[in-house]
């Protein structure tokens, strides 16, 4: 049984920094995809960062060079770790996962089939 639970959000002023986590429990596969995904009021859900099993990474182009997306492979966690942070990057921040190819598509929230339930992320 897949579990994925965020931590780590919360109220920032902007220009500053929070460290988003993601525990992968349950999750023993050798090739994959994992990544943050974000979604606004009012706004779809869109991707911020991704990963595959080689850390092949992937970024959103406004957050390129602010956010950082890493995995723990020994305790199995995602992390995001995000700098300089601006009011536009305010939502609530998933965590999500997929076994096997994204079909070059890392950044499409309807290619994962694992999701946790999201922290919140508040800039102003």
């Known amino acids: 049984h897949v579990q994925l639970v965020e931590s780590g959000g919360g109220s920032v002023q902007a220009g500053g920094s929070l460290r988003l986590t993601c525990l992968a429990s349950g999750w023993y596969h050798i090739d994959y995809y994992m990544g943050w995904f974000r979604q606004a009021p009012g706004k779809e859900r869109e991707g911020v960062a991704a990963l595959d099993s080689d850390l092949y990474t992937s970024y959103k182009d406004s957050v390129k060079d602010r956010f950082t997306i890493s995995k723990d492979n020994a305790t199995n966690t995602l992390v995001l770790q995000m700098n300089s942070l601006k009011p536009e990057d305010t939502a609530l921040y998933y965590c999500?996962?997929?076994?096997?190819?994204?079909?070059?598509?890392?950044?499409?929230?309807?290619?994962?089939?694992?999701w946790g339930q999201g922290t919140q992320v508040t800039v102003s």
């Open positions: 999500a996962a997929r076994t096997g190819s994204c079909g070059g598509y890392a950044l499409v929230p309807s290619n994962y089939n694992y």
